[in-house]
């Protein structure tokens, strides 16, 4: 995969914080995708199943909260049980954010961290930083450079550290 520079300094920080993580809680979920509720069956259903295809694990609200359980407390289980967060900033997202919706609580926690990788997706920062200034701050991945196809491929790396701590491991042992 070929990296942008913009890219290439927006995901450092991440993939630091994906390997601290992952050394301290092996067991922690690859991803939290956060999304907004109205794209959870076109494009966030399709990143989930693009990344889980490239071996990623992802926490995803339409496979992990049961029906029954409380929604915001299974959010913050999903959160705390992931190493790094994607957020799909689509037009609907900067709807539900503006709104006050579940996403900006998600988003919240995510930006006080290096753990965010916004993905942009038929929108701009332009529009983003209208609605979050603090989260337009933070560069990404785009649909508009790169197919989604190849942005699972690139998170897929940027998260795939399992194999290189068992390498490790094994390589000492």
């Known amino acids: 995969m070929i990296y942008t520079p ?6 450092t920080p ?22 907004a509720w109205d794209d959870r069956r076109g494009a966030a259903k399709e990143l989930h199943d693009l990344l889980v295809a490239e071996g990623v694990s992802v926490w995803f609200s339409e496979k992990d909260i049961v029906l029954g359980l409380p929604f915001m407390r299974e959010i913050d289980r999903g959160l705390a049980k992931s190493r790094t967060g994607l957020v799909l900033v689509t037009p609907a997202l900067l709807k539900r954010v503006d709104s006050g919706g579940v996403s900006d609580k998600e988003l919240s926690e995510l ?4 753990l965010l990788i916004p993905v942009m ?27 989604m196809a190849d942005i699972a491929i690139k998170i897929a790396e940027l998260v795939a550290v399992e194999d290189d701590l068992t390498a490790s491991l094994t390589s000492t042992s």
Do not use: M, W
Not at 6 to 11: F, I, T
């Open 121 to 147: 997706h038929e929108t701009t920062y332009a529009e983003l930083r209208k609605i979050s200034p603090l989260l337009a701050s933070r560069n990404g991945l785009n649909s508009a450079d790169d197919s």
């Open 14 to 35: 991440v993939r630091r914080t994906v390997e601290l993580r992952a050394r301290q809680e092996p067991d922690l979920c690859d991803v939290f995708l956060c999304h």
């Open 6 to 11: 913009g890219e290439v300094r927006a995901l």
């Open 111 to 114: 930006l006080a961290r290096d």
